[in-house]
């Protein structure tokens, strides 16, 4: 398997078609998916139906954009019209989208073909992909070990080559931790930059779509397809984007800050970060030691926060309009509790108890609002570095894949685990996770960039540079 | 804070989610230790900070008003666990007697 640039330009000279690539990825999806379960489910034919439409217009000298006939994986939280939507949870067992996402429709644009739904945790909840109420994915550089998450469906069937990118969403690190752990790139847009309009709302303060592939430029192609304002999303920041992918050759040496308080995590891990950092050093960058003192108060904010929102959007998975409904019910108040209690899995159930707990009477002020205030603690502390420097680098997680199993009957070590990659969330940044190694069992190692709001390109572009002297092959299976 | 007070049914109750008793015990024991853990909130004085609800945020975000495409009936119904004519059917809510 190739990358996605590469397949636009095979595409654009005409020595593939759509179909050839699309039938490439089936016949990938099902030699090696009986053993990964990347995915929920596929629609052959109709995605062969796609790139047939796809290369009729190639033909036609009327290809829409390089991303024409570019297959992509779809995490199973963002709709597709016509195609199942499940969140990985037996609430929406059976559910089909009766329309498409914004990013979905932005890709019908392009020409891409969507194909197939990417595993996650149920409603996007969890680190491991194991909360998914369906399949458990496992990691394709070793398939003992969990290939992180919520988004781990996506990071999985792009590194075990089965498609070239894939969308995950990202609402406290669910793009950029499977990515680590899955030897890929991964990448959460600044907050606004990509319509959350037809992605199921977890978080919505805090959630963005984002892209995954092998390479940045792939990532950065596949952002500058998706991002775009939204009249059905009032948070989507108005007017044009930047375009990420013209400017990925444009990175300049600048100031690189490198917060203690995300380092003494793995000890491997750390090294090969600090070795980025000399990296970008060697091509003029000045280095800076900064302090983000808050941050060891991110994890208890996210997920007071986090938590608070579920309860909130998770309300309308009641047993009524569209959901898995009690059999049970005998009234108009308990078809809402027996059918929550039957479909939601544990997670989900702990984490809405906890949000409704934390809005509650009583408690409002001590939680939710003290966490909001933390917040905002968090986000002035970022502007304030980031009036000191261009670029923060930090490690993407503080351990690489943990074995299936090590961590899912402890909620709380599971959180902790989030502890770089949910800042960036609070604050809304973009923020980048990519590979730098592997450690000494053979599994990936990444490094996140976190920049400015608004400024994806140059974040997208840092990486960029990185990567073009350190090219990190992914092994398939 | 080793010794917090949780109604837990209470709050399963505004959740409206029904909980098994192994459930209740799980959750019990999960609610000790992650509440315990956010109470590291309670020592930062915060006194000086404005609640932050979103990263950026906008206001008063109006779109024109109008007429646009809404969902046919049939792809609602297609997802209902109860439909008969042209309607979502819910339990009574109202007594014949009332």
């Keep these: 398997m190739k990358t996605a640039l590469e397949y636009s330009k095979e595409l654009a000279a005409g020595t593939l078609t759509s179909r050839q690539l699309v039938q490439a990825c089936l016949d990938e999806i099902r030699a090696k998916d009986g053993e990964i379960h990347a995915f929920l489910s596929y629609d ?55 329309y498409d996402a914004t990013v979905i429709a932005n890709l019908r644009k392009a020409g891409a073909v969507l194909l197939g739904r990417c ?24 398939k003992d070990c969990v290939p992180g998450g919520s988004s781990g ?18 609402t406290g690190g669910s793009i950029r931790q499977p990515a680590s752990f899955c030897g890929v790139v991964g990448f959460k ?13 977890f978080a919505s303060s805090l959630e963005q779509v984002g892209p995954l592939g092998t390479t940045v430029a792939d990532v950065a192609m596949l952002y500058d397809a998706i991002a775009s304002e939204d009249v059905h999303d009032s948070t989507a920041l108005p007017g044009a984007r930047e375009k990420a992918f013209p400017q990925l050759e444009n990175f300049k040496p600048c100031r690189i800050g490198l917060p203690k308080e995300f380092f ?16 970008y050093k060697s091509r003029g960058c000045e280095l800076v030691e900064i302090s983000l003192p808050s941050v060891d108060l991110a ?49 989900v159930k702990r984490r809405i108890l906890l949000g409704t707990y934390v809005l509650s009477a009583g408690f409002y002020d001590a939680y939710y609002k003290r966490a909001q205030k933390i917040r905002a603690l968090i986000r002035n502390e970022f502007e304030a ?58 599994m990936p190692m990444g490094v996140q960039i976190l920049g400015k709001a608004l400024k994806d390109a140059d974040v997208l572009a840092a990486a960029h540079a990185y990567e073009q002297s350190h090219p990190f092959e992914t092994p398939g299976i | 804070m080793s010794d917090l007070k949780i109604d837990l049914d209470h709050v399963a109750a505004l959740a409206r989610i029904e909980l098994s008793a192994e459930e209740k015990v799980k959750f019990s024991g999960d609610f000790q230790t992650i509440l315990g853990f956010f109470e590291k909130l309670g020592a930062v004085d915060v006194s000086r900070l404005e609640p932050c609800a979103h990263a950026f945020p906008v206001y008063n975000v109006l779109r024109e008003d109008v007429p646009a495409e809404t969902l046919p009936i049939e792809a609602l119904e297609k997802n209902a666990p109860a439909f008969r004519d042209g309607q979502i059917v819910v339990p009574r809510i109202v007594d014949d007697n009332a």
Excluded at chain 1, 51 to 66: Q, V, Y
Excluded at chain 1, 79 to 86: I, R, S
């Design chain 1, 44 to 98: 052959a034919e109709d995605a062969l139906a796609q790139a047939d439409a796809s290369d009729a217009r190639r033909a036609a000298g009327k290809a829409l954009s390089p991303l024409d006939g570019v297959p992509v994986a779809i995490k199973d939280n963002i709709a597709v019209n016509g195609q199942p939507l499940t969140c990985a949870s037996k609430m929406l067992e059976h559910f089909v989208s009766p």
């Design chain 1, 299 to 347: 994890i208890p904010a996210y997920y007071i926060i986090a938590t608070a929102e579920a309860s909130s959007n998770l309300a309308r998975f009641d047993g009524i309009r569209y959901t898995h409904r009690s059999a049970d019910a005998t009234d108009a108040v308990n078809i809402y509790s027996k059918s929550r209690g039957e479909a939601f899995g544990e997670e």
């Design chain 1, 264 to 279: 003494g995590g793995d000890a491997k891990i750390d090294a090969a970060v600090r070795a980025v950092a000399e990296w």
């Design chain 1, 153 to 170: 469906g996506s990071a999985a069937a792009v590194a075990a080559r089965m498609v070239p990118i894939a969308l995950g969403s990202d």
């Design chain 1, 189 to 201: 847009p600044t907050y606004g930059c990509v319509s959350r309009y037809g992605a199921v709302a």
């Design chain 1, 385 to 442: 570095a980031f009036k000191e420097v261009d670029l923060i680098l930090t490690p993407t997680t503080p351990e690489t894949a943990f074995p299936k199993g090590g961590k899912i009957s402890d909620p709380l070590k599971m959180y902790l685990g989030d502890i770089c990659t949910v800042p960036a969330n609070l604050a809304g940044l973009p923020a980048i996770s990519f590979p730098c190694g592997t450690n000494d069992e053979g």
């Design chain 1, 119 to 142: 595993n996650m945790d149920e409603f996007a909840m969890g680190s491991s992909t194991e909360n998914s109420a369906f399949v458990k994915t496992a990691n394709p550089w070793n």
